[in-house]
T-cell receptor, first 116, second 116 residues
């Protein structure tokens, strides 16, 4: 069973629009961590955020915000006033206590294209 | 500080040939991970090392794949013999235990392998 589902394969938005990237996860652990990574065209994945399963507070960092809802097993990512530089593939990921946290399971990614 | 360095960035080879991918983790990082990225399967963890010791290689697809970490600053992923289905982008990532078990991963830019 897929543990991290990113149903949106590709999204295109016009610059300055807001966009939300969905992430649904599946785990039997009560303790786990969720992540978002960005993969720009250059290729390397860059860490954006980490949340633990006990902290459901939403987080905002500039134009980025994250909505963590355990009730729906979702950890969605919103970019406000998108910019061309936001164009990238975004990955949601999960690490579980049962796996010693070392095994990070990634979703299949959502490719975001911001059109000028 | 230098990030994770991978080589080669691109490799094109013929089926049956041996392929060796190389990784230099960030200095001082205790953990090293090898991931494979394909369109069909996304990012898959192949193997990871802690203090140069392989901890979990359950993600290695088959015996044709092997990985070593002879010292703290170098790791190799070898495919012998290579097959067209091995075509993918192979990522190396590292992190420090000082970040805790759930610390972010630092990725290299990847090695794009094409097996003809």
């Amino acid at each position: 069973a897929q543990k991290v589902t990113q149903a949106q394969t590709e999204i295109s938005v016009v610059e300055k629009e807001d966009v939300t990237l969905d992430c649904v996860y599946e785990t039997r652990d009560t303790t786990y961590y969720l992540f978002w990574y960005k993969q720009p065209p250059s290729g390397e994945l860059v860490f954006l955020i980490r949340r633990n399963s006990f902290d459901e507070q939403n987080e905002i960092s500039g134009r980025y915000s994250w909505n963590f809802q355990k009730s729906t097993s979702s950890f969605n990512f919103t970019i406000t006033a998108s910019q061309v530089v936001d164009s990238a593939v975004y990955f949601c990921a999960l690490s579980e206590a049962s796996g010693g946290y070392q095994k990070v399971t990634f979703g299949t990614g959502t490719k975001l294209q911001v059109i000028p | 500080d230098a990030g994770v360095i991978q080589s080669p960035r691109h490799e094109v080879t013929e089926m049956g040939q041996e392929v060796t991918l190389r990784c230099k983790p960030i200095s001082g990082h205790d953990y090293l991970f090898w991931y494979r990225q394909t369109m069909m399967r996304g990012l898959e963890l192949l193997i990871y090392f802690n203090n140069n010791v392989p901890i979990d290689d359950s993600g290695m697809p088959e015996d044709r794949f092997s990985a070593k970490m002879p010292n703290a600053s170098f790791s190799t992923l070898k495919i012998q013999p290579s097959e067209p289905r091995d075509s993918a982008v192979y990522f190396c990532a590292s992190r420090s235990r000082r970040q805790g078990k759930t610390g972010e991963l630092f990725f290299g830019e990847g090695s794009r392998l094409t097996v003809l």
